[in-house]
């Protein structure tokens, strides 16, 4: 029974962590953040929800500085203010806009939003049972491999999330008649945007794939769609 004690305390701590994270990141939502009323957003949305068949697409502004785009587990969707600046200064066009609301609306609809706040649990999970087994057998280092595997694991699953996620925009942007072409444009704007063009790590650790990599998936979809 003894042996199986770090898979039982992993297991609990991985439950514990999900029911606080949702926790969490709903109270911080809820306090920071308000549905964006913009005038000229509004019809690049209200085509969105023509194209899902929706009277709506509410979309929130979260008031945090970085620029990003994220979706909750409780199907809202968001834009940070830091990306919204960057759309009232002119260097995010209302199309490209529209393509990120598509994105996270597409992590709504596979899934994605709910199953990120499961998997970083159990990655977390697993970060601890591994770090006690392999801390029995590798004094001093395994708690840094159990750190590793854990965000290889992580990594992985949020890149094909992302993939999945574009996907689903091209498809919804075509269907709205944007076509593909601010989605793709806006990923050559992302890492000045953002501020990531500075030193880069391995891209089987990032949690994003590169930008030139996500614009040659949207092609060859087009490609296999005839688009």
């Known amino acids: ?8 305390l992993a297991v609990v701590y991985a439950l514990v962590m999900y029911r606080f994270s949702v926790w969490r990141t709903t109270r911080e939502l809820n306090e920071k953040s308000a549905e964006l009323a913009d005038a000229q ?3 690049v949305f209200a085509r969105l929800a023509t194209a ?6 509410k979309v929130h502004l979260y008031d945090i500085e970085p ?4 979706a909750a587990p409780d199907g809202r969707v968001f834009i940070t203010r830091g990306f919204y600046q960057k759309f009232r200064q002119g260097e995010i066009t209302a199309e490209e806009m529209a393509s990120v609301i598509a994105h996270e609306l597409g992590h709504v609809a596979l899934g994605h939003s709910r199953r990120r706040m499961i998997d970083f649990s159990g990655q977390n999970a697993i970060r601890t049972a591994l770090a006690m087994v392999l801390g029995r057998f590798l004094p001093g280092i395994g708690t ?16 094909q ?10 498809a919804l942007m075509v269907k709205a008649g944007f076509g593909t072409a601010p989605q793709k444009s806006l990923f050559v704007k992302l890492n000045t945007l953002t501020g990531a063009g500075g030193a880069k790590r391995p891209a089987w650790f990032t949690s994003h794939p590169k930008s030139e990599d996500r614009i040659k998936a949207i092609e060859a979809n087009e490609a296999k769609w005839g688009v």
């Open 67 to 70: 620029v990003n785009g994220l």
């Open 1 to 8: 029974m003894l042996k199986f004690t770090p898979i039982l």
């Open 41 to 43: 957003l509004r019809p």
């Open 161 to 170: 999330d992302e993939y999945e996620a574009d996907a689903y925009a091209s």
């Open 52 to 57: 899902l068949d929706l009277p709506k697409v």
């Open 144 to 159: 840094y491999i159990a750190n590793a595997v854990g965000s290889l694991l992580a990594a992985r699953l949020s890149r």
